[in-house]
């Protein structure tokens, strides 16, 4: 087992290694640099676009500055934004706090209400509770991010006047200066992660109900709520747990929408900026770091399926 | 006729194929109303330059932020602009985008998908690592990585969005081709002594085909949400183009006064997404493939 848990370590390793590598390249293989994207292709005058490389460390070989990079990156160091001439992990730092603060309560709401809500489905399957939460679930999931955080601001903001259509507070306010100002964005990105969750659930109940020892129990007259209880669901959420993890992983992508639309200053709207702004070293930045979090993530995901599952431990490597 | 499943029929017949396909999507009432939905939004973008009641950019200072009435059904925008015709011209680009898209990205991804399934080998392990490397860069990180060195021309958001989506292609189509060559049918042909060739367009390539529609029809959906994200962030298409991201993005900052600016693109592109992915799961059920079980992205 402990080998299977290294395995599985040395393959997340392995695809950092590769997203950095992918990262780097991909900025490095398109045309322009830092500095022609800093001053401009057309009117960069070479002296100054020297100037600017010698600056930069542009000089050195392709092969050199990746190590430079990745091996600063391992230690936090992500160089310095030629936009907002600050080290980019002073910028980062407070952003990628903000940005999990969003998804840790948007998953301490969605993922009870979406265990709950799935676990009604599956009972209720093809009556009408099923098709009304399937249903929307399915219209939550197929919406885009933006669509359904726009209408969520429509309504409870504009029309209703209830709560804080976009974020004003600073960047830095300590967290509990957010709590009023987060309730929409919780909102937009509990949505559509419930519904991803929900599905999964239901499915995973359905399976269970149908399986030979719950058929078994119904059989043998065990009261329904005790075969629900005892029966389906320990089996039916263990296997969620890696599903959920994954899902969160997944979500990370609305999550930098999500942001944008509320206002709310998070990685994401960093990243938005600095793309505006073609402050390449920062989006090179970000991107790792939000792929750090998604290979994490996945890599939790692994791991408890294992704990979950004792049949995964002895499987053949 | 004794044909035993109708998904298993003659192949290279492939007209009446499409045509028996979509007639079979259409039995089911889900599958009846997305094709509708999206058959109407299609004939929409083609005809539309000709049926717009208005001129797109014109900007008229009577109809700034204007309630909808009868000559101007749906309102004014911001800048004074017809809303009805800026939401019947605002899918053209999604559309033309997202399909060809899809279409490169199934094409590319999809073949180098069913020669890894086929060859297997080192070959196969070193890309599937680098595929896995990819997805785990959140794709709208990836599109923004792309932005923001390349800009955001028509010949950079097709190939960007086709080159990731492929991606997830490949890995579609690859376990599809795992799955075929494991079949009882393709070891009676090799038995038969067919060659690889064969074997290959006569056997796999009709199944794997399967799966691949259903994976377009997905990924097309996806790809028209993708379009319109960027397109609301304001790295799609240049004003004044009619867009529904970019019209909802405008019109959100003059929500309080006039809604219908942001709710007439709302419902035209969720209408469009909803209609594209009732179809896919029409396609997916007729077809027989089994979408719960594939993963998200």
């Known amino acids: ?317 | 006729m004794a044909v035993a499943n109708p998904a298993r029929e003659i192949p290279g017949n492939r007209a009446f194929r499409f045509g028996a396909v979509i007639r079979e999507m259409a039995r089911r009432p889900s599958g009846l109303v997305g094709l509708a939905i999206v058959g109407g939004h299609v004939l929409l973008a083609v005809i539309s330059p000709w049926i717009v009641p208005y001129d797109f950019t014109t900007q008229n200072s009577h109809l700034v932020l204007a309630g909808p009435s009868p000559e101007h059904w749906l309102g004014g925008d911001h800048l004074g602009r017809d809303v009805l015709t800026r939401t019947m011209l605002g899918g053209r680009q999604a559309l033309v985008i997202s399909s060809l898209g899809t279409l490169i990205a199934v094409l590319w991804g999809g073949s180098l998908g069913l020669v890894l399934g086929l060859i297997g080998g080192k070959a196969d392990d070193v890309v599937m690592r680098v595929v896995d490397a990819f997805m785990a860069i959140p794709w709208i990180l990836f599109l923004l990585l792309i932005i923001a060195v390349l800009g955001t021309a028509d010949v950079v958001l097709i190939p960007t969005l086709a080159f990731f989506y492929g991606i997830s292609v490949i890995r579609i189509s690859r376990a599809a081709t795992h799955d075929v060559t494991a079949r009882d049918f393709i070891t009676a042909a090799r038995a038969r002594g067919e060659r690889m060739w064969t074997i290959v367009w006569r056997e796999i390539l009709p199944n794997v085909r399967d799966v691949l529609l259903v994976d377009g029809a997905m990924r097309w959906s996806w790809m028209i949400l993708a379009f319109s994200s960027l397109s609301f962030l304001g790295f799609g298409i240049t004003p004044p183009t009619a867009d529904w991201g970019l019209m909802i993005a405008n019109g959100r900052g003059y929500m309080a006064v006039a809604p219908w600016a942001v709710l007439a693109p709302i419902i035209a592109l969720s209408s469009m997404i909803i209609g594209v992915n009732l179809s896919a799961d029409a396609l997916a059920k007729t077809l027989g493939i089994d979408r719960a079980q594939k993963a998200p992205v």
Not at chain 1, 180 to 208: E, G, K, N, S, W
Request: hydrophobic share 55%; charged share 15%.
């Open chain 1, 1 to 317: 087992m402990f080998k299977l848990i290294l395995r599985r370590l040395a393959l997340g390793v392995l695809t950092l290694v590769m997203v950095t590598i992918i990262v780097f390249v991909g900025v490095e293989a398109l045309p322009g640099d830092a500095c022609t994207a800093y001053l401009g292709r057309d009117t960069a005058l070479e002296t100054r676009l020297a100037k600017c490389r010698e600056d930069l460390g542009l000089n050195q070989p392709a092969h050199e500055r990746f190590f430079i990079w990745a091996g600063g990156a391992l230690q936090g160091d992500f160089g310095i934004s030629s936009r907002r001439h600050k080290p980019i992990s002073d910028l980062v730092q407070i952003r990628l706090r903000n940005t999990l603060l969003l998804g840790a309560a948007a998953s301490a709401v969605g993922i009870p209400i979406a265990i709950l809500l799935g676990v009604i489905a599956a009972l209720t399957r093809d009556r009408a509770a099923d098709l009304w939460i399937s249903t929307s679930a399915i219209f939550a999931m197929t919406l885009p991010e933006f669509i359904s955080a726009t209408l969520l601001i429509l309504f409870f903001s504009v029309w209703l006047g209830w709560l804080p259509g976009i974020v004003i507070t600073r960047p830095d306010a300590p967290v509990f200066e957010f709590l009023q100002d987060i309730i929409l964005p919780i909102i937009a990105l509990a949505f559509v992660m419930t519904a991803h969750i929900l599905r999964m659930v239901r499915t995973c109940v359905i399976d269970v109900l149908a399986s030979d020892y719950v058929q078994m129990a119904i059989l043998k007259g065990v009261p329904y709520w005790q075969v629900v209880f005892r029966h389906v669901l320990p089996n039916a959420l263990l296997p969620t747990i890696n599903l959920v993890a994954l899902t969160l992983a997944w979500l990370l992508g609305g999550t930098v929408v999500i942001e944008i639309v509320f206002n709310y200053p998070g990685l994401g709207r960093l990243m938005l900026d600095s793309v505006s702004d073609r402050d390449l070293a920062l989006v090179q930045a970000i991107a790792l770091i939000l792929a750090v979090l998604y290979v994490g993530l996945n890599l939790v995901a692994d791991l408890l399926s294992l704990v979950a599952n004792p049949r995964l431990r002895t499987m053949k490597v």
